[in-house]
């Protein structure tokens, strides 16, 4: 067959969601590809630091922070932080509007310190620490440090999370010119969370500089992903997969469906389109 250019996305695709260890299965799907003339490559949400951990197990390249930052072997493909002026006013409208910020500069990520206070309050009012206990898995395993320790440096997305859809509201004024809002949804206590995302780049548009740079064809392209900030990816891609644990809506627009990660998801899928 074609030598394929293969994109996954990291949380909920190659590994459990928040984790930095594949399962030992994804592992070896990716070394046999490789070694049977496949590339490979990371493409997450995550910034370069928090996904680098993962080029251990054998990838070609990465694409980071959404399609921000690409990297191929040694070579930067592809570098988009935001402007100072845009850093600057994203920045204060959440902080203005009450909104929990993470900002992902390329090396380190930063949080709200209130956000952890607003999950606390939520955890006592509710009897239950279990998305209190989550986050901090996150960031412990992510390396995400508090916003005290930001001084400016250049930042490529900010996840965020609201309390309400009107809380939202001034932002998405303030800020829809020039940044798409990736809405993940509403979580158990009715908080919505999501990612700025940059409308000069996105998963869909990396494929395609990489492909541009590599002088491949998108018809030789496979993508797999399990959410909504994996959309335009799995739509520009020749053939888009998604997870079996991920999204309803992403399933729909898929041109297949994997099983889950945690039932060797991408060893199965990757047997079965003959790359290994």
Known sequence: MERKLI??????????PGHNVPPDSAVEAVRRARANGHRVMLASGR??????????????GL???????????????????MTPEQQ???????????????????DT????????????????AEGNSELLRWREQIENELGIRPMAEYHGEPIYKIG???????????????????????????DQFGAINGELINKAFNKGLAVERLCEYLNISIDDTIAFGDSMNDLEMIQTAGVGICMGNGSE????????????????????????????
């Open 88 to 106: 600057k006013l994203a920045m204060d409208v959440f902080l203005r509007s009450g909104v929990y910020r993470t900002v992902e500069g390329k």
């Open 47 to 60: 910034s370069y630091g928090m996904l680098s951990p993962l080029l251990r197990y054998g990838f070609d």
């Open 160 to 186: 965020f999370v609201s309390r309400s859809a009107n809380d939202l509201r001034e932002p998405m004024r303030v800020l829809g010119s020039s940044f798409d809002f990736c809405l993940q949804g509403t």
């Open 7 to 16: 994109f996954l996305d990291i949380d909920g695709t190659l590994t459990e």
């Open 249 to 276: 809506a992403l399933k729909k627009i898929a041109d297949e469906v994997c099983p889950p990660v945690g039932e060797d998801g991408l060893y199965r899928a990757f047997e079965r389109l003959g790359l290994i």
């Open 63 to 81: 694409v980071g922070s959404a399609g921000g930052y690409i990297m191929y072997g040694e070579e930067v493909v592809y570098d988009c932080p």
């Open 109 to 124: 990520s930063y949080t709200d310190e209130s956000f952890k206070d607003f999950l606390r309050e939520t955890a006592q």
